[in-house]
């Protein structure tokens, strides 16, 4: 697959992308994880049957309490998991179809990843860090340019052991959208920061999706983080319980929890 170009989407008055076409179409979606083998094997239903479309630019929040299904959905959608049954299609492409090398492909060109722990290398500046993903991709950022994005051009070479919690995770940031990604997937991004440095980190991930017209999933149990979104989906039993959209897009200086 050929990476696709970044697009700056126009937005229409509740924040949502105008004329934008889905990037996601999530049919029947199942996973089912097994334990043990023979007739007293255990099944767990992760995800039950979920039908789902994501515009590109979009701002999407999954809510749900932990085992409601958030993070094995993110990573189906993300390539790092394979569903038991259903059909996942990226961009017009059948995901759940894929060689194991073409969704290592999807992963690298199309996707970034955040997650609650940044894992950042101890042995490596913050450009360093951010740096090691520009070999893989065809036309990456310069890892300057990532890193002041997320407001960490001055800090650029210090360590991680020298950068506060907060800072790690925008350095993880950087190094996610370095290979501009058309998909950022969030996972707990603020789950181990304090409050104020919690809103930082979601201030840089709602520019990185209106500057960029990235689109964003962020899973959270914090129903707060969901005002910041165009739409919130609540996750329960493997299940897509119910969807919200929200006429405006809160500011993340806006939120309080």
Same mark, same amino acid.
């Given at each position: 697959?050929a990476? !696709?170009?970044?697009?700056?989407?126009?937005r229409?008055?509740?924040?949502?992308?105008q004329g934008?076409e889905?990037l996601f179409?999530?049919?029947d979606l199942?996973?089912?994880?097994?334990?043990?083998d023979?007739?007293?094997?255990l099944?767990v239903?992760?995800?039950?049957?979920?039908d789902?479309?994501?515009?590109?630019?979009?701002?999407?929040?999954?809510?749900?309490?932990?085992g409601?299904?958030k993070?094995t959905?993110?990573n189906i959608l993300?390539g790092?998991e394979?569903a038991?049954s259903?059909?996942?299609?990226?961009?017009g492409?059948?995901?759940?179809?894929?060689s194991?090398?073409?969704?290592?492909?999807?992963?690298?060109?199309?996707?970034? +990843?955040? +997650?609650?722990f940044?894992n950042l290398?101890?042995s490596?500046t913050a450009?360093e860090?951010v740096a090691?993903?520009?070999d893989?991709v065809?036309?990456?950022?310069?890892?300057?340019?990532a890193l002041?994005?997320?407001g960490?051009?001055?800090?650029?070479?210090h360590?991680?052991?020298?950068l506060s919690?907060?800072?790690?995770?925008r350095?993880?940031?950087?190094?996610?959208i370095?290979?501009?990604?058309?998909?950022l997937l969030?996972?707990?991004?603020? !789950?181990?920061?304090?409050?104020?440095t !919690?809103?930082?980190?979601?201030?840089?991930?709602a520019?990185? @999706?209106r500057e960029?017209?990235?689109?964003?999933v962020?899973i959270?149990? @914090?129903?707060a983080?969901?005002?910041?979104?165009d739409?919130?989906?609540h996750?329960?039993d493997?299940?897509?319980?119910r969807?919200?959209? @929200?006429a405006?897009?809160?500011?993340?200086?806006?939120?309080?929890w």
């Open positions: 697959m990476a !696709g170009e970044q697009s700056f989407t126009p229409g008055p509740g924040g949502a992308p934008a889905p179409v999530v049919r199942s996973k089912v994880y097994r334990s043990g023979g007739p007293e094997a099944e239903h992760a995800l039950r049957g979920v789902l479309q994501v515009r590109a630019g979009e701002f999407v929040v999954l809510l749900g309490a932990s409601s299904g993070s959905l993110l993300g790092l394979v038991t259903g059909s996942v299609r990226y961009a492409t059948e995901l759940t179809t894929l194991e090398e073409d969704l290592t492909r999807y992963r690298r060109v199309h996707v970034g +990843f955040v +997650f609650q940044y290398i101890p490596l450009q860090n090691l993903v520009t893989i065809e036309a990456p950022m310069d890892p300057q340019e002041a994005m997320v960490l051009a001055p800090r650029r070479q360590f991680p052991s020298q919690g907060g800072e790690q995770q350095v993880a940031i950087a190094r996610a370095v290979k501009r990604p058309q998909v969030c996972d707990e991004p603020t !789950g181990a920061l304090d409050y104020p !919690g809103k930082l980190v979601l201030d840089v991930i520019r990185i @999706n960029l017209g990235t689109t964003v962020v959270t149990h @914090n129903a983080i969901a005002a910041m979104a739409r919130v989906l996750l329960g493997g299940r897509i319980q969807e919200e959209r @929200n405006r897009r809160a500011d993340p200086a806006e939120l309080s």
